[in-house]
């Protein structure tokens, strides 16, 4: 019995194993797959973001939103992990189609895939949602929706099993990894940021010029009394705060951040906007 983690990925394996049999490149093609959804994913969201800081498309519009794909591809992490088997490339492909989506039925799809890969963090980017909910028109059942179609496997296992899975999968999977360092893996405070610097290498200051023009335009904003954050800000924002859970929580594994890389490459995009209407 196996409750740790949702079963998306075990089905995925099983159903290439069906087809092409216990082929090793057929398995490892499945990150790759999810990898390049991920690319194609930001593009469309660093492009959205574009759009709706320049107000209209710019001749250089396509080089702009190609930035944070350039950066995340700097990444060794990013290009290790898509020839691995991991749970980490879905979470990052159900957040960015989540913030992407602009549809009940896309969003839907983005919680299904990051919750039935690496369970409640899938509802990640589904919190941030929640902070518009008086600005968006939608109906109150797709809010339902949104938090229970997602859970349909842990429903489906606490009928089942019970306790155990509450034992298996809520306590000792999720609770103890915030609360204790699993297997070894402890380290402290500054653990993730020297994993990011290690990443990103001389990147990260672009990233850090980023996120300044960000703050510049949320002051810009503040002062025409227009504080509450737009979308494209809670989106850039949101890396950061989960950058802050996992560096409270006591299992540090380095490929914890992974989701969080093709986030915070979106800020290269403010930098872009920044530079060019002479914030600096």
């Not at 519009?61 to 991991?86: A, G, I």
């Not at 996120?211 to 890396?239: C, G, M, Q, W």
Request: charged residues 15%.
């Amino acid at each position: 019995l196996w409750l740790e983690k949702p079963p998306l990925l075990v089905y995925l394996l099983s159903g290439v194993m069906m087809l092409f049999g216990q082929s090793e490149f057929w398995l490892r093609s499945i990150s790759i797959v999810f990898g390049m959804a991920v690319l194609i994913c930001l593009y469309l969201l660093s492009q959205k973001i574009a759009r709706a800081l320049f107000k209209k498309d710019t001749p250089y519009l396509q080089l702009v939103s190609l930035l944070p794909v350039l950066v995340v591809l700097s990444t060794q992490l990013f290009v290790e992990r898509t020839t691995y088997v991991d749970y980490d490339m879905p979470l990052a492909l159900g957040w960015l189609l989540f913030f992407l989506a602009d549809s009940f039925g896309v969003q839907l799809v983005g919680l299904l895939i990051g919750v039935l890969s690496k369970s409640l963090l899938g509802f990640f980017p589904f919190v941030f949602d929640i902070l518009y909910f008086r600005k968006m028109n939608r109906p109150v059942w797709q809010w339902i929706a949104l938090l229970l179609i997602p859970l349909i496997w842990h429903f489906i296992s606490l009928t089942v099993y019970g306790e155990t899975f509450i034992q298996m999968h809520i306590v000792d999977h999720l609770l103890k990894r915030v609360s204790d360092p699993i297997e070894l893996h402890f380290g402290g405070r500054t653990f993730y940021v020297k994993e990011l610097i290690s990443q990103f290498s001389i990147l990260l200051v672009v990233i850090g010029g980023g996120y300044l023009a960000l703050a510049i335009n949320f002051v810009r904003k503040f002062l025409k009394k227009k504080a509450f954050p737009d979308h494209e800000t809670i989106i850039l924002l949101s890396p950061l705060a989960y950058l802050a859970f996992l560096t409270i929580s006591k299992t540090k594994i380095p490929w914890y951040i992974m989701p969080t890389l093709p986030l915070l490459s979106l800020s290269v995009v403010y930098l872009f906007y920044a530079i060019k209407n002479k914030w600096f």
